[in-house]
């Protein structure tokens, strides 16, 4: 089949040299992809909770997800009322071609304590910390904030699960890399993972392990469950904590560090990586792998690199070319944000993007 590829067209289609390492990045591509068809797995699974104004922001996460994914997903969406018949209205238009199927949900909290709950830090993000005990016929799950953007293969932080211990049942990224901006270890009034805390905008979950593990805590010299451990904790340090079920999160992962195994910055790209200087060192290496626009920072003038991403995202109709129609276009738009902190290091955003099409290419049959 790549016999018949011809190398120039590449070289000129993608302005890469005709390189042996530009050469080995393609045929590692085809393999993967000839090693996904050969090797089946189950369904990634991958949960998100939509409140309040985020629906075009949760179908754009969506529709970064579906672009460059190589397994089937199964999207858990957790939706208000008035937000679920508009999802189904618009995946169910998705070209799917039979690589992602859905469920929706409504968004629910043990019913002694909803009202508690739902009004945590933002309307219904504390559902998350409920996945392991709602989804109980789903192993493992990819929990993201509606504010995300892949831009590469879900495939590829999904495999983060493979390289779990015996002990860990979940994985993050840090809160900041650089102390001295850190949040919490300058201003927490509670307990938190590491040295700068945990983000909990992307969390890799084995749920089995979660459900079935006893947690230390500094409330009981009993262990509890997940399940038997979110309200006391809540009453606990409800006065104490700032961003809500995130707080809680890094509660419990600093009683139980061996729990959780942390992945490096270009997982969980925000503007504090960039907003006062560059300081995700991996991702000036290789690229932004997700992009994470809190803030707001997708929907006012703040931050542009985080906007031309997202816009270009959102308007990219599915199978167009994504070198003329959504990769061009967002390097123009780049290169007028050079004015920001962030702009002035705006080939991080394309850097991995460039790859993810090349390798979508690449492993596309002949034709």
């Given at each position: 089949?790549?016999?018949?590829?011809?190398?120039?067209?590449?070289?000129?289609?993608?302005?890469?040299?005709?390189?042996?390492?530009?050469?080995?990045?393609?045929?590692?591509?085809?393999?993967?992809?000839?090693?996904?068809?050969?090797?089946?797995?189950?369904?990634?699974?991958?949960?998100?909770?939509?409140?309040?104004?985020?629906?075009?922001?949760?179908?754009?996460?969506?529709?970064?997800?579906?672009?460059?994914?190589i397994k089937p997903l199964h999207f858990h969406i957790f939706a208000e009322d008035q937000l679920r018949e508009s999802f189904k209205v618009i995946l169910d238009e998705f070209p799917y071609e039979g690589k992602v199927n859905y469920t929706l949900y409504p968004i629910t909290f043990p019913s002694e304590s909803a009202a508690?709950?739902?009004?945590?830090?933002?309307?219904?993000?504390?559902?998350?910390?409920?996945?392991?005990?709602?989804?109980?016929?789903?192993?493992?799950?990819?929990?993201?904030?509606?504010?995300?953007?892949?831009?590469?293969?879900?495939?590829?932080?999904?495999?983060?699960?493979?390289?779990?211990?015996?002990?860990?049942?979940?994985?993050?990224?840090?809160?900041?890399?650089?102390?001295?901006?850190?949040?919490?270890?300058?201003?927490?009034?509670?307990?938190?993972?590491?040295?700068?805390?945990?983000?909990?905008?992307?969390?890799?979950?084995?749920?089995?392990?979660?459900?079935?593990?006893?947690?230390?805590?500094?409330?009981?010299?009993?262990?509890?469950?997940?399940?038997?451990?979110?309200?006391?904790?809540?009453?606990?340090?409800?006065?104490?904590?700032?961003?809500?079920?995130?707080?809680?999160?890094?509660?419990?992962?600093?009683?139980?560090?061996?729990?959780?195994?942390?992945?490096?910055?270009?997982?969980?790209?925000?503007?504090?990586?960039?907003?006062?200087?560059?300081?995700?060192?991996?991702?000036?290496?290789?690229?932004?792998?997700?992009?994470?626009?809190?803030?707001?920072?997708?929907?006012?003038?703040?931050?542009?690199?985080?906007?031309?991403?997202?816009?270009?995202?959102?308007?990219?109709?599915?199978?167009?070319?994504?070198?003329?129609?959504?990769?061009?276009?967002?390097?123009?738009?780049?290169?007028?944000?050079?004015?920001?902190?962030?702009?002035?290091?705006?080939?991080?955003?394309?850097?991995?993007?460039?790859?993810?099409?090349?390798?979508?290419?690449?492993?596309?049959?002949?034709?």
């Amino acid at each position: 089949r790549c016999k018949n590829l011809s190398v120039s067209f590449w070289n000129s289609y993608w302005m890469l040299p005709s390189d042996v390492c530009g050469m080995n990045c393609f045929w590692e591509a085809a393999f993967r992809y000839d090693y996904m068809k050969t090797h089946p797995s189950e369904k990634m699974h991958l949960a998100v909770v939509a409140c309040g104004e985020r629906l075009e922001e949760t179908v754009t996460m969506l529709r970064s997800a579906i672009i460059f994914s190589i397994k089937p997903l199964h999207f858990h969406i957790f939706a208000e009322d008035q937000l679920r018949e508009s999802f189904k209205v618009i995946l169910d238009e998705f070209p799917y071609e039979g690589k992602v199927n859905y469920t929706l949900y409504p968004i629910t909290f043990p019913s002694e304590s909803a009202a508690e709950w739902k009004k945590l830090f933002k309307p219904c993000a504390s559902q998350r910390l409920f996945l392991p005990l709602i989804l109980k016929n789903v192993d493992s799950l990819l929990y993201v904030d509606t504010d995300i953007l892949f831009l590469r293969p879900v495939d590829d932080i999904w495999s983060f699960l493979g390289k779990f211990n015996s002990t860990q049942i979940a994985a993050m990224a840090p809160e900041h890399e650089e102390p001295r901006i850190g949040w919490y270890n300058r201003f927490a009034r509670h307990p938190y993972y590491g040295l700068t805390g945990i983000n909990s905008g992307v969390m890799l979950m084995n749920m089995t392990r979660i459900r079935r593990k006893y947690f230390k805590n500094d409330m009981t010299p009993v262990r509890l469950q997940w399940g038997e451990i979110l309200m006391p904790l809540l009453k606990k340090y409800k006065l104490n904590i700032t961003w809500g079920d995130q707080d809680l999160l890094n509660i419990m992962f600093f009683h139980n560090p061996e729990s959780l195994y942390v992945f490096p910055c270009q997982w969980n790209y925000r503007p504090d990586h960039c907003i006062y200087g560059s300081n995700c060192k991996a991702a000036e290496e290789e690229g932004i792998f997700i992009l994470h626009g809190n803030r707001g920072v997708y929907h006012d003038d703040k931050q542009p690199t985080f906007r031309a991403v997202y816009e270009a995202i959102k308007n990219y109709s599915f199978g167009d070319d994504l070198v003329y129609s959504l990769l061009q276009p967002l390097e123009q738009e780049l290169q007028k944000t050079t004015h920001t902190y962030c702009g002035r290091v705006y080939k991080v955003f394309t850097k991995q993007l460039t790859k993810s099409i090349r390798d979508l290419y690449a492993r596309r049959p002949k034709g």
